[in-house]
């Protein structure tokens, strides 16, 4: 009962103190008629994605809960309808605020003049959805919870039961878990597909004909795609990012409390041991978010009217939280684990090892971070050296971004490897989940970081468009500039914590497989048997297929686009002479329906794959997939997201006079702005979905392997 409390406490309290911050928004100023008239443009567009959007989405939850139900049980359906539900509410609430803190952000700064109070009211707007990402999730927890562990009294059980009409023998707490999983999976992976094309498709059609065509500013009113692309920073890089790291701080909590179920029944360990493992995770996440808490209130109850330190303040806010949960979470596990017996856990440092997992996983991605800040911003060499390339032409900017994002691979990589090792090796298979735990046991500060970048950007594009004095814009672009670096430290996160997560999610899958696959307690599988190896060659091969359609994707609607920027400029050229207003609402049409249209066949790809290949060939294919599909899919996002980053802050670092003698309008900026361009789809699409899609296969695999383990057609045709 006790923990049931905490997380009702921890949850509640977010969820009342996002409510207050965004009803504290709503109530400042919107500043003059045309920034109103604007504000409303950019809302009512993204409202009407998210409505479009989800009613697709509404219709495939069903379907597969319905699945579910049937292959499965009916309680798995219920969990994995709940988690839809919070992952859909958290986003759409963390969309609505932005729409409305944009132009307040704006107004603040041309008000007031001063960068400290304009960065207060963004990052009170971001701190809405981080609080929201963290405080649903785990609200849709205690539910599960409650209702399921409780009530139904399952959470103590290791017993095994049969499901309905297919007869397989699953243990029913875990396996509700993963249905909640799959249901906040489902939400992220149509939110960051869905927005990720729209938002570029506008982002690249408004640069490719104003930028570089008719060399008008960005954000310019006369541009018609302007106001489509602040609709994509809402619905893309607010309600996506949202979702996903929701879907991620999931992840990482049922695959920690799977694990131990796991590691209950196999390896030999105490049942009484059970109440520890699957209490500490949720434990842990409910101190994380009292922390967070206290973190956002930290940086929203000082005067900071005086301060300039944009990124010390935003620091600050996430070490103060990441702070109060390390030394909490040591608390913790040394009350948890005290008098636990600790026999074949593999806990070399006794009742604080789970919390050494978990710091090694703070740490981890306090590293990762370190390093795309390092490959990203423009303080640094890499990307002077890549603004520096431009003065040479678009090829080699492109060229030196590439091979900037291929260098940044290593370092991530060798940081996550070392992770395991050393998490396994002083916490065994548990220490491994709770290391992604730990990178995400902030979420909601990390998620109130990212998500005041985009209501910046947004807000400078208001000011634009409304022509506002330059100090205002001045103001709003120092802010999207940290925004920027911000949001490649969490993508950063994100990818790391997503690897770890599936990690953990594969482990509690090789548990379930059939066969000689547990080996003095650990699950093992023979990467050399022919079936796991054709799995890992395929699964190698997934994320460039589901890259290559998100990137034909935005290409398809950024086309549509650039032809309707063209044709409004051609047959309306008092457009350009600000003699004629230009038709937003069409280009706002085009990238919905190019998103709507296009999202569908690459998001539900990783629904469907596992279990298609699990129904074809059985669970030890599936499991190379699982391998070869996440191993590239780190790989992947890295790369696109350094890369993307890069291109985007050497074309920032060329318009604010880092190169003498360039700057917009010259040839320097026209390749820079090529490089931009190229980048946007793969930081903004490809790589903030790569942690989604490997996760989202992990779990589809982990709920459906006890179903295609006993029926393949492989196993039908040679057993």
Not at 102 to 124: C, D, H, Q
Not at 208 to 224: A, C, F, M, S, Y
Not at 257 to 280: D, M, P, Q, W
Not at 618 to 647: E, K, P
């Given at each position: 009962m006790s923990l049931s409390i905490l997380l009702l406490f921890a949850s509640i309290l977010a969820i009342c103190y996002a409510a207050f911050n965004f009803f504290k928004v709503k109530k400042l100023e919107e500043g003059n008629p045309l920034?109103?008239?604007?504000?409303?443009?950019?809302?009512?567009?993204?409202?009407?994605?998210?409505?479009?959007?989800?009613?697709?989405?509404?219709?495939v939850v069903i379907v597969v809960a319905a699945i579910v139900w049937l292959s499965l049980d009916w309680y798995v359906a219920v969990a994995l309808l709940i988690g839809s539900f919070m992952s859909a509410t958290a986003g759409l609430v963390g969309m609505k605020i932005a729409t409305y803190a944009n132009v307040r952000v704006t107004n603040e700064a041309n008000t007031t003049k001063n960068i400290g109070k304009t960065l207060k009211v963004a990052f009170r707007g971001g701190s809405v959805m981080g609080l929201c990402v963290a405080g649903f999730a785990l609200f849709g927890l205690v539910i599960v919870y409650i209702v399921f562990g409780r009530l139904l009294g399952w959470v103590e059980s290791m017993d095994v039961a049969k499901c309905w009409l297919t007869k397989i023998e699953i243990i029913r707490f875990p396996n509700a878990l993963s249905g909640y999983a799959l249901g906040c999976s489902l939400v992220a992976m149509f939110n960051r597909v869905g927005g990720g094309i729209y938002t570029k498709a506008a982002d690249m059609g408004a640069d490719l004909?104003?930028?570089?065509?008719?060399?008008?500013?960005?954000?310019?009113?006369?541009?018609?795609?302007?106001?489509?692309?602040?609709?994509?920073?809402?619905?893309?890089?607010?309600?996506?990012?949202?979702?996903?790291?929701?879907?991620?701080?999931?992840?990482?909590?049922?695959?920690?409390?799977?694990l131990g179920y796991n590691i209950i029944k196999h390896a030999n360990v105490a049942e009484r041991s059970l109440t520890a493992l699957y209490t500490f995770p949720l434990a842990f996440a409910a101190i994380g978010l009292i922390a967070c808490v206290l973190g956002v209130a930290s940086l929203l109850v000082r005067d900071l009217s005086k301060s300039k330190k944009v990124h010390a303040q935003l620091n600050g806010a996430t070490w103060f939280g990441a702070g109060v949960t390390f030394v909490a979470g040591f608390a913790l596990s040394i009350y948890l684990f005290k008098d636990v017996e600790l026999t074949n856990l593999g806990f070399r440092l006794g009742a604080a090892s789970p919390w050494v997992g978990a710091a090694v996983g703070i740490v981890a991605g306090i590293l990762i971070g370190i390093f795309a800040e390092y490959y990203t911003s423009s303080d640094y060499m890499p990307t002077k050296i890549l603004a520096e390339?431009?003065?040479?032409?678009?090829?080699?900017?492109?060229?030196?971004?590439?091979?900037?994002?291929?260098?940044?691979?290593?370092?991530?990589?060798?940081?996550?490897?070392?992770?395991?090792?050393?998490?396994?090796?002083?916490?065994?298979?548990y220490g491994v989940a709770m290391s992604a735990m730990g990178m995400l046991s902030f979420v909601a500060l990390t998620v109130s970081v990212d998500t005041y970048g985009p209501i910046s950007d947004n807000a400078g594009g208001i000011a634009e468009m409304s022509e506002l004095p330059q100090d205002v814009r001045n103001i709003t672009d120092t802010l999207d500039a940290v925004g920027n670096t911000t949001a490649a430290i969490g993508k950063g996160f994100a990818i790391g914590s997503g690897g770890l997560a599936a990690l953990a999610l594969m482990l509690s899958y090789m548990y379930s497989l059939p066969g000689e696959s547990i080996v003095n307690g650990l699950p093992t599988l023979n990467i050399m048997e022919p079936m796991t190896l054709a799995?890992?060659?395929?699964?190698?091969?997934?994320?460039?297929?589901?890259?290559?359609?998100?990137?034909?994707?935005?290409?398809?609607?950024?086309?549509?686009?650039?032809?309707?920027?063209?044709?409004?400029?051609?047959?309306?050229?008092?457009?350009?002479?600000?003699?004629?207003?230009p038709d937003h609402n069409q280009c706002?049409?085009?990238?919905?329906?190019?998103?709507?249209?296009?999202?569908?066949?690459?998001?539900?790809?990783?629904?469907v794959i596992p279990v298609v290949c699990g129904l074809l060939?059985?669970?030890?294919?599936?499991?190379?997939?699982?391998?070869?599909?996440?191993?590239?899919?780190?790989?992947?996002?890295?790369?696109?997201?350094?890369?993307?980053?890069?291109?985007?802050?050497?074309?920032?670092?060329?318009?604010?006079?880092?190169i003498p003698g360039t700057g917009k309008g010259t040839a320097v900026h026209d390749a820079a702005i090529v490089g931009d361009?190229?980048?946007?789809?793969?930081?903004?699409?490809?790589?903030?979905?790569?942690?989604?899609?490997?996760?989202?296969?992990?779990?589809?695999?982990?709920?459906?392997?006890?179903?295609?383990?006993?029926?393949?057609l492989w196993s039908f045709i040679f057993n």
């Amino acid at each position: 009962m006790s923990l049931s409390i905490l997380l009702l406490f921890a949850s509640i309290l977010a969820i009342c103190y996002a409510a207050f911050n965004f009803f504290k928004v709503k109530k400042l100023e919107e500043g003059n008629p045309l920034m109103q008239k604007i504000a409303s443009y950019i809302r009512g567009g993204a409202n009407t994605f998210m409505n479009i959007e989800y009613k697709v989405l509404s219709i495939v939850v069903i379907v597969v809960a319905a699945i579910v139900w049937l292959s499965l049980d009916w309680y798995v359906a219920v969990a994995l309808l709940i988690g839809s539900f919070m992952s859909a509410t958290a986003g759409l609430v963390g969309m609505k605020i932005a729409t409305y803190a944009n132009v307040r952000v704006t107004n603040e700064a041309n008000t007031t003049k001063n960068i400290g109070k304009t960065l207060k009211v963004a990052f009170r707007g971001g701190s809405v959805m981080g609080l929201c990402v963290a405080g649903f999730a785990l609200f849709g927890l205690v539910i599960v919870y409650i209702v399921f562990g409780r009530l139904l009294g399952w959470v103590e059980s290791m017993d095994v039961a049969k499901c309905w009409l297919t007869k397989i023998e699953i243990i029913r707490f875990p396996n509700a878990l993963s249905g909640y999983a799959l249901g906040c999976s489902l939400v992220a992976m149509f939110n960051r597909v869905g927005g990720g094309i729209y938002t570029k498709a506008a982002d690249m059609g408004a640069d490719l004909v104003g930028k570089t065509e008719v060399h008008i500013p960005e954000d310019d009113p006369r541009n018609p795609a302007t106001i489509a692309d602040n609709v994509g920073d809402n619905v893309g890089d607010v309600a996506g990012l949202g979702s996903d790291l929701l879907e991620s701080y999931v992840a990482s909590i049922v695959a920690a409390i799977a694990l131990g179920y796991n590691i209950i029944k196999h390896a030999n360990v105490a049942e009484r041991s059970l109440t520890a493992l699957y209490t500490f995770p949720l434990a842990f996440a409910a101190i994380g978010l009292i922390a967070c808490v206290l973190g956002v209130a930290s940086l929203l109850v000082r005067d900071l009217s005086k301060s300039k330190k944009v990124h010390a303040q935003l620091n600050g806010a996430t070490w103060f939280g990441a702070g109060v949960t390390f030394v909490a979470g040591f608390a913790l596990s040394i009350y948890l684990f005290k008098d636990v017996e600790l026999t074949n856990l593999g806990f070399r440092l006794g009742a604080a090892s789970p919390w050494v997992g978990a710091a090694v996983g703070i740490v981890a991605g306090i590293l990762i971070g370190i390093f795309a800040e390092y490959y990203t911003s423009s303080d640094y060499m890499p990307t002077k050296i890549l603004a520096e390339a431009s003065k040479e032409g678009p090829a080699l900017t492109i060229t030196t971004g590439l091979a900037l994002g291929m260098r940044s691979c290593m370092a991530p990589c060798m940081i996550l490897g070392l992770g395991i090792i050393v998490s396994y090796y002083l916490s065994g298979l548990y220490g491994v989940a709770m290391s992604a735990m730990g990178m995400l046991s902030f979420v909601a500060l990390t998620v109130s970081v990212d998500t005041y970048g985009p209501i910046s950007d947004n807000a400078g594009g208001i000011a634009e468009m409304s022509e506002l004095p330059q100090d205002v814009r001045n103001i709003t672009d120092t802010l999207d500039a940290v925004g920027n670096t911000t949001a490649a430290i969490g993508k950063g996160f994100a990818i790391g914590s997503g690897g770890l997560a599936a990690l953990a999610l594969m482990l509690s899958y090789m548990y379930s497989l059939p066969g000689e696959s547990i080996v003095n307690g650990l699950p093992t599988l023979n990467i050399m048997e022919p079936m796991t190896l054709a799995g890992a060659i395929v699964g190698g091969a997934l994320p460039f297929l589901f890259s290559g359609m998100l990137i034909d994707a935005v290409a398809v609607a950024a086309r549509k686009m650039v032809d309707e920027v063209r044709r409004q400029f051609k047959e309306h050229p008092g457009i350009l002479e600000k003699k004629e207003d230009p038709d937003h609402n069409q280009c706002i049409k085009i990238s919905t329906e190019g998103a709507i249209n296009q999202m569908k066949v690459p998001a539900l790809m990783a629904v469907v794959i596992p279990v298609v290949c699990g129904l074809l060939f059985g669970a030890h294919f599936v499991g190379g997939i699982l391998i070869g599909s996440t191993i590239c899919s780190i790989m992947i996002a890295v790369f696109t997201g350094n890369a993307g980053g890069a291109w985007d802050n050497g074309k920032k670092y060329i318009e604010q006079g880092g190169i003498p003698g360039t700057g917009k309008g010259t040839a320097v900026h026209d390749a820079a702005i090529v490089g931009d361009t190229v980048g946007d789809p793969l930081k903004d699409t490809v790589g903030p979905c790569m942690d989604i899609f490997i996760k989202i296969m992990s779990t589809v695999s982990l709920v459906a392997v006890s179903v295609f383990a006993e029926y393949n057609l492989w196993s039908f045709i040679f057993n």
